[in-house]
């Protein structure tokens, strides 16, 4: 593995791409004789879906729901967390757009920004929260 990762590193790629032959090739091994396309194979790897089956779109999207929420699945958990992270700051970048559009508004205008940013901010906490 760290050979793996070193190689990855000279070339400036990720690791999976040298596992797998993402865009490069028709099908990936995943275990002897069982191939799969690679980027589910890099899926897989990576911990996004459970192992590709013989029809691996329709069983990766039966069981995708319970897969994803999995709490066995510390990726998964991760990710979705990630996710709440990056949503609660995208919408504090735009509350503070908004209050930048405020601060040159005056009258009604200013206050109507104004709780529209602060709407913004709730839903913003309400990202953290449900995290």
């Not at 990936?28 to 911990?47: C, D, M, N, Q, T």
């Not at 040159?104 to 906490?125: H, M, Q, Y």
């Amino acid at each position: 593995m760290a050979e793996l990762l070193a190689i990855a590193a000279a070339l400036q790629i990720p690791p999976v791409l040298l596992l797998f032959g993402v865009g490069r090739v028709e099908t990936a091994e995943i275990l002897p004789g069982r191939h799969v396309s690679p980027f589910g194979a890099a899926r897989w790897f990576s911990g996004e879906t459970p192992i590709p089956g013989p029809d691996d779109e329709a069983y990766i999207a039966s069981i995708a729901d319970d897969w994803n929420f999995a709490t066995d699945n510390p990726l998964a958990i991760y990710r979705a967390y990630a996710e709440a992270v990056a949503g609660e700051m995208d919408g504090l970048r735009h509350a503070q757009d908004i209050d930048e559009l405020a601060a040159a508004a005056d009258g009604e205008p200013r206050r109507d920004l104004a709780n529209a940013a602060e709407t913004v901010r709730d839903i913003a906490a309400r990202c953290r929260a449900d995290s």
